[in-house]
């Protein structure tokens, strides 16, 4: 079964870091891109920073300058830098990827379980 696993979430003080990693198993084909999500009670979903197959990446506006995504195989990270308190968030990985499910080339798209940093002030 292919999965998405994530570590690295935590409370850290303002202006410390964490680096939250994201690995993916099974028998996976290829990865177009991946990327890290954040969600808070209330809000949807966002977009925190992106790395497409060719190393391209995509940063909001609110994490430039202080994160840095990156990948190694098929595990991908978020380092975080100079955290804030708004950073409080529940982060999510995901993959737009083509694996081998129940025996069939399948591309789809899929997320991790989510993993809680805190940052306190």
């Known amino acids: 079964q292919v999965q998405l696993v994530e570590s690295g979430g935590g409370l850290v003080q303002a202006g410390e870091s964490l680096r939250l990693s994201c690995a993916a198993s099974?028998?996976?084909?290829?990865?177009?891109?991946m990327g890290w999500y954040r969600q808070t009670p209330g809000k949807q979903r966002e977009l925190v920073a992106a790395?497409?197959?060719?190393?391209v990446t995509n940063y909001a506006g609110s994490s430039k300058g202080r994160f840095t995504i990156s990948r190694a195989e098929n595990t991908f990270y978020l380092q975080m830098n100079s955290l804030k308190p708004e950073d409080t968030a529940v982060y999510y990985c995901?993959?737009?990827?083509?694996?081998?499910?129940?025996?069939?080339?399948?591309?789809?798209?899929?997320w991790g379980q989510g993993t809680l940093v805190t940052v306190s002030s």
């Open positions: 790395i497409a197959s060719g190393g």
């Open positions: 995901n993959a737009v990827m083509t694996f081998r499910e129940s025996g069939i080339m399948t591309h789809r798209e899929l």
């Open positions: 099974g028998y996976i084909f290829s990865i177009n891109s």
